[in-house]
């Protein structure tokens, strides 16, 4: 007998979750791979996703004031070179124009690795006084970060993504611009992509190239890696003070403010193909599903039933599109009701409706859940409803499912032996005692290939009398370590 992911032409997950992932993303028609290594072609079902995610956090973003805009693709070298810690964190990754138009440029130009820099030098003439502040922008925009190993979605050297940028009169406002960037990505996480998610603050080698802090959105995948999937920096006056924005504040003194940035990019797909999706393909949260319900016509000989059948199916689609659930009617009758269920399943559809001779007879209509394969009978009479509360269920479970998988997949250990001896027999988040030293970090990183994910949220105000678990120096908190993609 043929297995249903064989059928679809699936590696099965469980037993080779790299393959699954770069089978999954390419059959069920989110992205192709492109004639330039790590740059990937996204396909109309993948856009949709991005799509999603960008009307959800625009619209919270412009809620809070911040305004879009867009900078050019080329950063002038000697830009990217002002910020010395900024130039040396993503030096290995630039891409760097030499020629164009047929000659020698006269300076080398930077494909845009991040916006820092040509904003910052900018800012210096949108920013005099304290009364122009805050100055709060964002740019939906491509990235570009040489990657020597690519997986679609996950690392690929471009990308699309969105940055926010903002400057502050003081400290204490930049903090909480930061902390609120990290609150919305968590609660898209959380609500939308139903992905439960660890949220803090980043180690020192772990922070970003001229930021004084970071702080992360850290996922745990099904086979207990981590993927970083968004950030935000406060960059205390570090930028202000090297591309010289100032102002002027109440007593007429100059002063530098105080900035922040913070990302979201398509690696969130890849996070949410790997964590929800399963041996049949794709399992998509009702909330982002550009198709949230699929209903499917069974073909009767009887031509009058099969009139009927085709003229339920259409009042109820109406009923479902007038409710504002995205569904489609799939009639292709020439396609086996075998094909049509594994194409939909493959593509991650929420809810499958199936309706025939038989469902017509009793006013009923058969679904089937893409979460749980689970089957019932739904009545004529309040059916949107009835869709729309399974819908609600599905998005729910889907969570549920995560934050389970998420606590299962995290340890405790207090030294460096149960540390390896865990990451020998599986790989998982480890929650351990941690000096904080960078040092001990490198030695932690070269010796297990694992390094200090997140301290969490609710750790960071932590004050215990504790011994680190890699050298047995002086510990205070506690830090969730993981190996990453």
Known sequence: MVKTYEKKGLTKKSENISDWYHDVVLRAGLADYSEVKGAMIIKPDGYSIWEKVQSILDSWFKKDGVRNVYFPLFIPYSLIKKEKEHLQGFSPELAVVEHAGGEKLSE???IRPTSETIMYKTFVDW??????????????????????RTYPFLRTSEFLWQEGHTVHRTPGEAEEMVLKALGWYKKFYEDYFALSVYAGLKSKGETFAGARETYSIELVMPDGKALQAATSHNLSDNFSKVFGIEFLDETGKKVNPFQ?????????????????????????????AF?????????SKDVKIQEKISQKTAEIHSELVEKGINAVIDDDFKSSLGFRINKWELKGVSLRLELGAKELESETIQYVRRDNFEKGQLKFAGLEKSVADLLEQIQSDLYKKSEETKLALTLEADEIHEFKRILGKQKAFIRVPWCEDLECENRVKADTKATPRVLELENINQNEDLKCFACGKKARRKWLFAQSY
């Open 108 to 110: 080398p130009l930077v």
């Open 127 to 148: 920013i005099q006084s304290w009364r122009d502040l805050p100055l709060k922008v964002n740019q939906w925009c491509n990235i570009v970060r040489w990657e020597k």
């Open 260 to 288: 922040t940035s913070w990302g979201l990019s398509t690696r969130a797909i890849g996070g949410l193909v790997l964590t929800h999706g399963d041996d049949s393909g794709l399992v998509l949260p009702p909330k982002i």
């Open 291 to 299: 198709t949230q319900v699929v209903i499917l016509p069974i073909v």
